[in-house]
């Protein structure tokens, strides 16, 4: 079984802090995803990265895939409010997408 | 942009009957369908994954007989989830991929078996 751990679980912080959210496996994948999910929601996109240590940039936010593509990092700059949600990354394995555990942020003003 | 919708959002039902949740690609053909399960405040399980005109292929763990999964057509999959009991209410969300192009996800089903 492969299996996708996030850490932290939980993280509750304040507006403009920088917090960063990890992504680990034993398994080698082909792709990650990381997506944000709110409440009542399906999970949106917000990144695929492919080459072992890529590195991307989407505003606040900094995606870095393992160079051995078994994991990943997620990085926050100067949090918001509207970033508070469950970001959830997911390894592509041949067809199937297998999500991480999952980590829930709070920001608070 | 690709979109899937799920269909329906919410649903109540008494323990013992039958529920059917659509899942549809509006914009484009998907080749391949997934069906995942959301229990509060954890991740996405996948379920089974479903290809146009043949059986699904089950996770291990999840009863087929229990979760029915038809995928007539490129634009359509349905689950069925039968003799529904209150441990089966959950968050369902399927998501739909097109050969060569990305994971669109429909915006969830949530089930409460009473």
């Not at chain 1, 240590?53 to 918001?80: M, N, P, Y």
């Not at chain 2, 919410?10 to 529920?19: D, P």
Request: net charge positive; glycine share 8%; hydrophobic share 35%.
């Amino acid at each position: 079984t492969q299996l996708l751990e996030q850490s932290p679980q939980f993280l509750s912080i304040q507006e403009g802090e920088n917090l960063t959210v990890y992504c680990n496996s034993s398994s080698v994948f082909s792709s990650l995803q990381w997506y944000r999910q709110e409440p009542g929601e399906g999970p949106v996109l917000l990144v695929t990265v492919v080459t072992g240590g890529e590195v991307k940039k989407l505003k606040r936010l900094t995606f870095q895939f393992g160079d051995a593509r078994k994991d990943s990092s997620l990085h926050i700059t100067a949090a918001q409010t509207g970033d508070t949600g469950l970001y959830l990354c997911a390894g592509r394995n041949t067809d199937k997408l297998i999500f991480g555990t999952g980590t829930r942020l709070q920001v608070f003003p | 942009g690709a979109v899937v919708s799920q269909h329906p959002s919410w649903v109540i039902c008494k323990s013992g009957t039958s529920v059917k949740i659509e899942c549809r690609s509006l914009d484009f053909q998907a080749t391949t369908m997934f069906w995942y399960r959301q229990f509060p405040k954890q991740s996405l399980m996948l379920m089974a994954t479903s290809n146009e005109g043949s059986k699904a292929t089950y996770e291990q763990g999840v009863e087929k007989d229990k979760f029915l999964i038809n995928h007539a057509s490129l634009t359509l999959s349905t689950l069925t989830v039968t003799s529904a009991h209150p441990e089966d209410s959950s968050f369902y969300i399927c998501s739909a991929r097109k050969l060569n192009y990305g994971y669109t996800f429909g915006s969830g089903t949530r089930l409460t078996v009473v």
